[in-house]
């Protein structure tokens, strides 16, 4: 009987053999290794991945900002993400009220970002296309269901409306940006967010800095101002604003407000008439005196309120301008009255400073206006635009 014929070395048998041993000696040594006995098996690893069966339906798993959330910076992306990577060719999120940005796919998320930041007190609302036209993942496994989420955005804080009328001009200071030891206009701060970069993207998020005065105007205008809540001084700026851009002139700080601000912030808008502040002090010799622009550019004799109709103290912007006009009303005894008057600048209910004609000036006459002699008045005038601050003292 013939003998069977010797193996080689090196054989498939010997390779199972060494194989064996290799892993028996491996597992001694504590470590599991996987492994195959023939290298058409092998694949890499994305293959296998490719090829597995998906385990489930596409989920999202977070909102930013979250579903109910309220005080948000309408500056800021909006970031869904999902539980398996996103196909590049999934449809957008659709985003109510609708504003200018870009979309862009980043593994597991799909993230918006607005170049124009929503409105203040905005509901905004997100809605996440799903099932056979929805997202799909790289797998191509569908979204389970569509679904919707919403949020509402900040309010501008009162220090964004300061900054904004100093840096335009309309408030009797200038206000710089602190940067890391430096100052800088609040306008040319830039970032890379394209939202934040602009006036309403700031507006939520005002940039620290300082407001600094200008010289020349008498303490108790300076003890009136806060940059952080409402006051006369930025009521009057406010009315200042609205008079050079033809809005109604009544200090109410409205979005409409806002967008115009922030329109004129882009342009390059400024307070075309400076700024001016006048006191009229009715301690004897009674006085009315005009700064603008930090100097002195009128003061002249004045009459006030006799005490049944005195002229109330405080400060007030005003809100009327006639350069002539017939005042009438009735006088202390009854009697009515219908006065020529000119140069009239309306601060506080009836009472404006203005033209009338008296035989002496620098004590109580009037019946609550500050009455000037018409060489003041004429001087005056220009000066006492809509939004300028009257104080009545003494």
């Not at 040594?29 to 069966?53: C, E, I, L």
């Not at 100093?166 to 430096?182: H, I, K, R, S």
């Not at 400060?315 to 202390?332: A, C, D, K, W």
């Amino acid at each position: 009987m013939a003998s069977a014929p010797a193996r080689k070395s090196g054989g498939p048998a010997s390779r199972i053999v060494v194989v064996a041993v290799a892993v028996a000696a491996v597992a001694a040594a504590g470590t599991a290794y996987a492994v195959s006995q023939s290298p058409r098996s092998r694949q890499p690893a994305t293959a296998r991945q490719a090829a597995a069966a998906p385990s489930g339906p596409m989920l999202v798993t977070s909102i930013t900002p979250a579903t109910a959330s309220t005080g948000v910076d309408g500056a800021s992306p909006i970031a869904i993400s999902f539980s398996d990577p996103v196909a590049a060719h999934s449809p957008r999120p659709q985003i109510q009220p609708s504003v200018p940005g870009t979309w862009r796919t980043e593994g597991y998320s799909m993230v918006f970002t607005p170049s124009v930041p929503f409105g203040q007190s905005t509901r905004v609302t997100v809605e996440i296309p799903g099932g056979r036209t929805g997202i799909r993942s790289a797998g191509g496994v569908a979204l389970s269901a569509p679904m919707a989420a919403h949020f509402t955005t900040g309010r501008y804080p009162q220090l964004a409306l300061a900054e904004l009328l100093a840096e335009q001009g309309y408030l009797p200071m200038t206000f710089e940006v602190t940067t890391a030891g430096a100052t800088s206009t609040a306008s040319a701060q830039t970032s890379a967010d394209p939202a934040s970069s602009t006036p309403a993207g700031q507006a939520y998020s005002p940039p620290a800095g300082t407001f600094n005065w200008e010289p020349g105007y008498p303490s108790m205008l300076q003890s009136m101002w806060t940059p952080y809540s409402p006051n006369v001084i930025l009521r009057g700026a406010v009315m200042a604003f609205e008079s050079q851009h033809n809005m109604t002139v009544d200090g109410n700080v409205t979005n409409r407000l806002w967008n115009a601000l922030f329109r004129a912030q882009q342009n390059g808008d400024r307070n075309q008439n400076g700024y001016t502040y006048a006191v009229a002090d009715q301690r004897l010799p009674e006085t009315l005196t005009i700064y603008h622009d930090g100097h002195v550019v009128l003061r002249s004799l004045t009459n006030t309120g006799i005490p049944v109709s005195p002229t109330v103290n405080g400060t007030f912007p005003v809100y009327e301008r006639l350069r002539y006009q017939i005042m009438s009303g009735t006088n202390p005894d009854g009697s009515h009255y219908a006065d020529p008057v000119s140069f009239v600048s309306y601060f506080n209910g009836g009472d404006a400073v203005h033209y009338f004609p008296r035989a002496g000036y620098g004590y109580q006459q009037s019946l609550g206006c500050v009455e000037l002699p018409y060489p003041a008045a004429e001087r005056a005038y220009p000066y006492l635009t809509y939004g300028s601050l009257v104080t009545v003292m003494g």
